[in-house]
């Protein structure tokens, strides 16, 4: 069976679990191999996690001479691995830096290239949501080595036992791939949060919060969701843009999302509109976020959200 | 110095988005507009050659498209563009993320090899500038095509942009952390709409559009062949596009003296989110 390069998603070698959802799609395609960007020393750390969701290999390329540069060199070592392994697919999470590696990848290795699935089937069959979620496309890759970025959530891990054999890759990285240096890094506060795009519940904020994202969080919290937030609210300077959900922000599709004082515009639509249950609360009863709720209610979230939180306390007591 | 602007002109997103029959995203039939993710790439473009007084700079816009597309290549020639390049050709149409940024590359070359010939000045290409994503694909992946395609940095997803001379800072938000990514022109940047309001167009800025250099360049101008480009050589098909069910309407409650809140506990805890 031919291997199927998955790109471990991992902070510091933390793996995430965008990786597992990839390592159970994979095993659809063929035998699963995690590549793993990252210091060596974690090589083994992360085998530990990936070998329990099938993976039978696990390349480590040291990324050494990899992260102080922008994208460029990822996708030559991808290049070169996908060489030495004739993979049936190469699978990334969907990340901005991971589409811009494989849409590297796909011109070096002149292979097809589908970007934001949410689902591949058997076959290499690929479904992505577009146009803000009102249509369903179904495409596949004709030429080369079919590279699918697949957004986060699209399907639910699975366990499976793999050898997880770790295999380190040496990577050679080109003068021209080292043209874009990264100048300094300052990694983002952990909120202690869940991670926007992982999280099975989200609650957003958004002009109607008049700049107060405290009845957000609290009720966020008492549902253990991840919090995000409208263009308009990050627009006002009220939230950092990594919490804006919507086209050109983060796209979610959890199991619930909740959105507050938010209109509905197309721009926040596209971020969120394949997400399972979605609930509103608007002052507006002719807010557009009104056509695609479950449940909605028609009131003001400073007292609605307050008052929703205690109950749900009260009865998780 | 030129700078390459490349716009593209998209569906509407507030209209009725839809596919033809051969699953190609109908450009035609629904009121198309310049990106407006691509304004902001106008828009830094156009900061780039203002800060940079007494130096010689021309903006060039480049679209790929049907015959409306020399609409975004307008629109950026009325925000104040120099001038503009719409490359057409119907064997383009169906063209994939390796197809269309083929057709890009190709398009900045001949730019790059003989500026006059579009109404730019001397001196090669030293900025290409693109929007963050398209608003109709959000693909997001041409700009760093284009890159590769032309060996030049990568220098994408800017929030804020910063020069001095050949030299070239960004600031780039990631997954955990936000960056600081420098290099030296020429580069492929792309920005997002974080990077600063895009103008909009003045009445001079229209009325003198209509003088500015436009080019209408064909596959052959580029030295590219029909069978290299377009829905039948494409590296992907879509197989089928289906419209979303529309959703079923949701309960309304109007909240009044709290019962807002407790329908809203009663929903979520029906459906196991409790």
């Known amino acids: 069976m031919s291997e199927v390069l998955v790109v471990v998603d991992h902070a510091d070698g933390e793996v995430k679990k965008p990786t597992y959802e990839l390592l159970t799609i994979a095993r659809r395609l063929g035998e699963p191999a995690a590549v793993f960007f990252g210091s060596p020393e974690q090589g083994d750390a992360v085998a530990e996690k990936v070998k329990k969701y099938g993976a039978a290999k696990v390349y480590v390329v040291d990324d050494a001479q990899i992260k102080g540069y922008l994208v460029a060199p990822k996708a030559e070592a991808l290049q070169q691995l996908a060489e030495k392994t004739s993979p049936a697919a190469i699978l990334l999470p969907s990340t901005f830096e991971n589409k811009e590696v494989a849409g590297r990848l796909a011109i070096k290795l002149g292979s097809g290239l589908i970007t934001d699935a949410v689902d591949v089937a058997e076959d290499g069959t690929t479904t992505q949501s577009v146009f803000a979620g009102n249509y369903t496309v179904q495409a596949k890759v004709t030429t080369g080595t079919p590279i699918i970025t697949v957004k986060p959530n699209s399907a639910a891990p699975e366990e499976a036992d793999g050898a997880a054999t770790v295999e380190a890759f040496a990577a050679t990285v080109s003068d021209v791939a080292r043209t874009a240096q990264v100048v300094a890094t300052q990694p983002r506060q952990s909120t202690g949060r869940p991670e926007l795009t992982e999280a099975a519940i989200v609650v957003s904020g958004g002009r109607g919060t008049g700049g107060n994202f405290e009845p957000v969080e609290g009720f966020a919290d008492s549902l253990g969701a991840a919090v995000g937030a409208s263009r308009a609210a990050v627009d006002s300077g009220w939230m950092p843009h990594a919490f804006q959900v919507g086209q050109t922000g983060k796209t979610v599709s959890p199991q619930l999302y909740v959105a507050n004082g938010i209109s509905g515009a197309i721009q926040h639509r596209a971020g969120m509109q394949t997400s399972k249950t979605i609930v509103a609360i608007n002052k507006d009863p002719e807010a557009p976020i009104f056509e695609l709720v479950d449940f909605g209610v028609v009131g003001d979230l400073h007292t609605v959200l307050p008052a929703a939180t205690e109950k749900i306390t009260e009865r998780k007591g | ?274």
């Open chain 2, 1 to 274: 110095m030129n700078i390459v602007v490349c716009v593209k002109y998209v569906p509407d997103a507030t209209a009725d988005r839809k596919f033809e029959d051969d699953n190609t995203v109908d450009r035609v039939g629904v009121d198309g507009l310049l990106s407006e993710l691509d304004e902001y790439a106008v828009e830094q473009a156009l900061q780039f050659r203002e800060k940079r007084e007494g130096e010689e700079i021309t903006v060039t816009a480049l679209t790929v498209g049907p015959e409306k597309a020399v609409d975004a290549v307008r629109k950026s020639l009325q925000m104040g563009a120099d001038a503009g390049v719409h490359v057409v050709d119907d064997a383009i149409a169906g063209s994939d993320y390796l197809g269309t940024s083929l057709v890009l590359a190709k398009a900045i070359e001949k730019i790059k090899a003989d500026p006059e010939s579009v109404g730019a000045g001397a001196g090669g290409v030293d900025l290409v500038i693109c929007g963050m994503a398209s608003t109709d694909a959000s693909g997001s992946v041409v700009p760093a095509m284009l890159a590769e395609r032309l060996g030049m940095p990568q220098v994408t997803l800017a929030s804020v942009v910063e020069s001095q001379g050949d030299q070239v800072r960004i600031k780039r938000d990631n997954e955990g952390s936000t960056e600081v990514i420098g290099a030296t022109l020429p580069i492929v940047l792309s920005v997002t709409d974080q990077s600063g309001e895009a103008r909009y167009p003045s009445f001079k800025g229209i009325m003198a559009a209509k003088k500015k250099p436009l080019d209408t360049w064909s596959l052959t101008d580029l030295g590219l062949d029909a069978d290299q480009v377009g829905l039948s050589v494409a590296y992907t098909q879509v197989e089928d596009t289906t419209a979303r069910p529309p959703r079923t309407a949701g309960e309304i409650v109007t909240d009044e003296d709290g019962s807002g809140a407790t329908a809203l506990v009663d929903f979520l805890a029906s459906k196991k989110f409790i």
